[in-house]
Nanobody, 126 residues
Framework: QVQLVESGGGLVQAGGSLRVSCAAS????????MGWFRRPPGKGREFVAG????????YYADSVKGRFTISRDNAKNTVYLQMNSLKPEDTAVYLC???????????????????WGQGTQVTVSS
């Protein structure tokens, strides 16, 4: 069992930056690839970014490529999502997820992930 708790969401103006964090507890953090998903208002979950267990491989949705950066600190059992040049369409609940897959391939389907946090709200005003 892995428990995931997100933090760092909030309200920011368009063009601004925000960093959200996800702290993990329970089983060995570096056995898992990690992902960030988001759920915009009235829509389903969508993949945002993923990082391999080692941190050496990352993958991004086209909509955030060049603006968002995912990273992890295995010593702190934490994964981060740095979001720059935010747009109103980035408004969503951001959720982190753990994929019990210790490989370098990043999976983008939500059904591939085994554990989920509750999410943190990010609101970008125009």
């Amino acid at each position: 069992q892995v428990q995931l708790v997100e933090s760092g969401g909030g309200l920011v103006q368009a063009g601004g930056s925000l960093r959200v964090s996800c702290a993990a507890s329970g089983r060995t953090f570096n056995n898992y690839n990690m992902g960030w998903f988001r759920r915009p208002p009235g829509k389903g979950r969508e993949f945002v970014a993923g990082i391999s267990w080692s941190g050496s491989t990352t993958y991004y949705a086209d909509s955030v490529k060049g603006r968002f950066t995912i990273s992890r600190d295995n010593a702190k059992n934490t994964v981060y999502l740095q979001m720059n040049s935010l747009k109103p369409e980035d408004t969503a609940v951001y959720l982190c997820a753990a994929d019990y897959f210790k490989g370098e391939a990043i999976r983008t389907f939500a059904s591939s992930y085994d554990y989920w946090g509750q999410g943190t709200q990010v609101t970008v005003s125009s």
